[in-house]
């Protein structure tokens, strides 16, 4: 740990010497940015152009930016609905210039209903800004997901999974939306190893929003949360490539001549084997993760659209093991197990999306949407592995001369692991979507009617052997330890509308919005209609001070869709109804200027009243539902984001959240327990820095810190998941140079000319190289007595890697 603090210290001086060195190369900027009858302009983005670099206005129009000093560079104006401002300058150093700038609302007619008072429809939604996921350092798991792993009331202790758990919800709690239309992941991934790319491509992506909950009626059933990921429409010819040790990207966006066709397509590869190469579980890694994507529009007319979207993923995950050595325990008590492997596995997973849309708006005031989509996955997971154990305990006296080494044998023992897995899943939809604005009122309402078929077969089981007896022991026969064996076929429809209503109320005291809405769902599986009334409420006092008040409640009942019906013997419990969640949320933001900058202080306090859960246990990112068990449960707490330019000109931002959730089962005797993702603390940090006068040297850093969640032993009962596993503590560090962009002197070949920006990024993954656990291996010794080999994540790796844009 002593090496770890130094380099962390190391890190640190040595980038405030270059700060201070180079505090002399800044300048100032300032002024007010208004419209063209003068009246100011709030949240405007005032940027340095090719550098990320810039900040915004407040409620006055008024701004401040350091820039760097003695250089050419472009200062640009922007704000959604008004055309864009550049200015060209050249300051001295330590020189203050006021620029006071007027945009010009925009002619352009817009190709889908927009709100121009952001303030309108904001409700819960988080905004951010996509440029953000070329910045951050990220293990290969997606960029928007890594950014969304930063944000208060999201948690995640795996940094080879894309997916986070949201103020006490698990995995399939999470809504995501990529042009309207969800998204499913794969249902076999059992690990985060074999999980691969998400499905989010963020060359492609134009908007983020993110939703922690108290989401409105628009969005569909789900407890947690909702990732609103809007696709670029092209207005011109771009493109950019990426390499790096993890893998690779590339894509290409253009627009025809005439305006009316454009598309954007991406392929994207991913290998795991350099990261992977480090666990504990040494073998021969094979992962080979591809992805293809493409949204297309054509313009038909100025108030008709078509667009397809189209996804085609596959994820191969070879693995030959041989070995594993873990040393675990405490300083009072430390044990060592070595086991050796035969076998392999083998996994296979295929998914594809295609979706169809009609997009009609006759003004800016109504837009009518129209989705057709279709959605496929083959998954296929087989194995025969073979492991042989010892478990020894080791010398802990530092003044013996074998300290560390093993003093006595606690158990041998053998475990086969086989299985023959097989899942074949379709949902095919059609939908409708519509909006309308009025100068008061937002109307939001929609319809779908959704076909689901499943194909489910498992055969899986496990043999475990300890000291010459197989558990569980029987005198007569060799009994397996574990076994499912099912086939089961699941064929059902889904009906879903919604309306909401987002009112604008007149009061003198400042802006006050209600949004109301009603969700109805039913399902033919298991003939179980829902319905579902939500509320939120938004204020802006006219205060000195910036201020927003936040108010929602509602009801969020997510029926079951698959695995949410099985037990873990694999059978089918069709008279599982919906897990039903009450939420009420209350939050402010409070704008404040802190070093002549922008800041903004977000909290939150949030209470979940749960009924109807389908109790689970987590082992990696595999969820096993216990179908035949029903609890009832609560999950509060409070989140906190202070976010702003901790540097002059460059946003960062910290997280801490607190949460309990627990859950008693029905029936059981034991009363209320934790919930597998009752994680006490969380806080997480995404921090950027530049050289200043020379900002095409940057530094992003991302941290987090969770505490510890509660575990069991296998197929244990659901009270005795109390064990908890150490904190997750975890800093990614990325540093890059910008080689060339738009304003840079560098001399280029004719190979280069096309080049807009090209940046080299070092990263060190998990820079302190700290072993996190993401779930346990169970031994029995020769006594009978468990114990729990934690499997490790991944230890400290250097990535390099090119990013060119054109």
């Not at 005291?509 to 599986?525: C, I, K, M, P």
Request: aromatic share 14%; proline share 4%; glycine share 6%.
């Amino acid at each position: 740990m002593k090496i770890h603090l130094r380099l962390l210290l190391f890190f640190v001086f040595s980038w405030t010497s270059l700060q201070l060195v180079a505090q002399s190369n800044n300048a100032t900027i300032f002024g007010v940015v208004s419209d063209e009858n003068g009246h100011p302009l709030e949240v405007a983005n005032v940027s340095i152009k090719n550098f990320p670099i810039g900040t915004v206005t407040d409620r006055k129009g008024e701004y401040l930016l350091r820039i760097p000093a003695k250089k050419r560079i472009t200062i640009v104006y922007s704000l959604i609905g008004y055309e864009k401002v550049e200015r060209i300058i050249t300051a001295r150093e330590e020189e203050k210039l006021e620029i006071n700038i007027n945009l010009k609302e925009s002619l352009e007619q817009l190709e889908e209903v927009e709100v121009t008072r952001q303030r309108k429809d904001n409700g819960n939604i988080t905004r951010i800004d996509p440029n953000f996921t070329d910045a951050i350092p990220d293990a290969a798991t997606g960029g928007v997901e890594a950014l969304i792993k930063t944000l208060p009331g999201v948690s995640s202790n795996n940094e080879l999974s894309s997916q986070y758990s949201v103020r006490g919800g698990n995995f399939d709690e999470n809504l995501v939306y990529v042009n309207d239309i969800e998204i499913y992941r794969p249902f076999l991934v059992r690990a985060g190893q074999q999980e691969g790319l998400s499905f989010i491509n963020s060359d492609m992506v134009s908007t983020i929003e993110f939703s922690a909950g108290g989401f409105q009626a628009k969005y569909g059933d789900k407890m947690a949360s909702v990732l609103d990921i809007k696709y670029r429409k092209p207005i011109e010819f771009k493109g950019s490539v990426s390499a790096s040790m993890l893998g690779g990207s590339v894509h290409f966006e253009d627009i025809t001549a005439n305006k009316k066709l454009s598309y954007i397509a991406g392929v994207r590869y991913k290998t795991n084997s350099y990261m992977l190469g480090g666990l504990d579980e040494e073998g021969d890694y094979d992962p080979r993760f591809t992805d293809m994507q493409t949204y297309i529009t054509y313009k038909f007319s100025d108030k008709f659209d078509l667009s397809f979207l189209g996804n085609l993923a596959q994820n191969q995950y070879n693995f030959v093991p041989k070995t594993r050595k873990t040393t675990f325990g405490t300083y009072q008590e430390a044990y060592n197990t070595t086991i050796y492997f035969e076998g392999q596995e083998r996994d296979n997973f295929v998914t594809m999306l295609g979706a169809l849309s009609a997009n009609y708006h006759p003004n800016n005031d109504l837009n009518l949407k129209f989705i057709a989509s279709a959605f496929k996955t083959k998954e296929e997971e087989n194995y025969d592995i073979l492991g042989q154990y010892y478990l020894n305990q080791l010398e802990q006296n530092p003044v013996s001369e074998n300290v560390g080494d093993s003093v006595l044998n606690l158990g041998v023992g053998t475990f086969l692991n086989h299985a023959r897995n097989k899942l074949d899943a379709r949902v095919y939809s059609i939908s409708h979507k519509g909006a309308y604005n009025s100068d008061s009122h937002l109307l939001n309402w929609g319809a779908k009617f959704q076909y689901e078929k499943v194909d489910d077969r498992i055969n899986e089981w496990e043999l475990r052997d300890s000291t010459g007896y197989s558990i569980p022991y029987s005198d007569e026969v060799v009994l397996l330890y574990r076994t499912v064996n099912t086939d089961n076929q699941m064929n059902s429809t889904r009906i879903t509308t919604y309306f909401q209503d987002t009112y604008e109320v007149p009061i003198s005291t400042g802006e006050l919005y209600l949004t109301g809405g009603l969700r109805a769902h039913y399902w033919s599986y298991n003939k179980e209609f829902l319905v579902s009334p939500r509320l939120s409420a938004s204020y802006y006092p006219e205060w000195n001070a910036d201020f927003f008040f936040r108010f929602s409640v509602g009801s969020y009942q997510q029926p079951a869709f698959f695995k949410e019906l099985k037990d873990r013997n694999g059978t089918i419990y069709p008279e599982v109804k919906a897990q039903k969640s009450t939420q009420i949320v209350l939050g402010s933001d409070y704008i404040f200027r802190a070093w002549d900058r922008p800041f903004k202080l977000t909290s939150e306090l949030f209470y979940k009243h749960l009924s109807h859960l389908v109790p689970y246990q987590v082992d990696n990112v595999q969820i096993r539902y216990l179908a035949d068990q029903e609890s009832k449960g609560y999950a509060a707490g409070m989140d906190f984001k202070i976010n702003g330019e901790f540097v002059s000109g460059i946003q960062s931002w910290a997280s801490v959240s607190l949460l309990q959730t627990k859950e008693d089962i029905l029936g059981d005797g034991h009363g209320y327990i934790p919930r597998p993702t009752d994680q006490k603390l969380n806080f997480s940090v995404f921090f950027q820095d530049y050289l200043p006068g020379n900002p095409t040297y940057k530094v992003h850093l991302s941290a987090f810190y969770g505490t510890r969640l509660p575990v069991g032993p296998p197929n244990s009962e659901r009270y005795q998941d109390t064990f908890r596993m150490p904190p997750y503590r975890r800093i990614d560090l990325g540093i890059s140079k910008v080689l060339i962009s738009t304003d840079s002197s560098f001399k280029r070949g004719n190979m280069l000319n096309k080049v807009k920006d090209m940046w080299l990024s070092l990263e060190v993954l998990n820079l302190l190289g700290i072993n996190n656990t993401v779930s346990y291996f169970w031994v029995t010794s020769n006594h009978g007595d468990m114990f729990a080999v934690p499997n490790y994540l991944t230890n400290r790796k250097v990535n390099l890697k090119l990013t060119i844009k054109f």
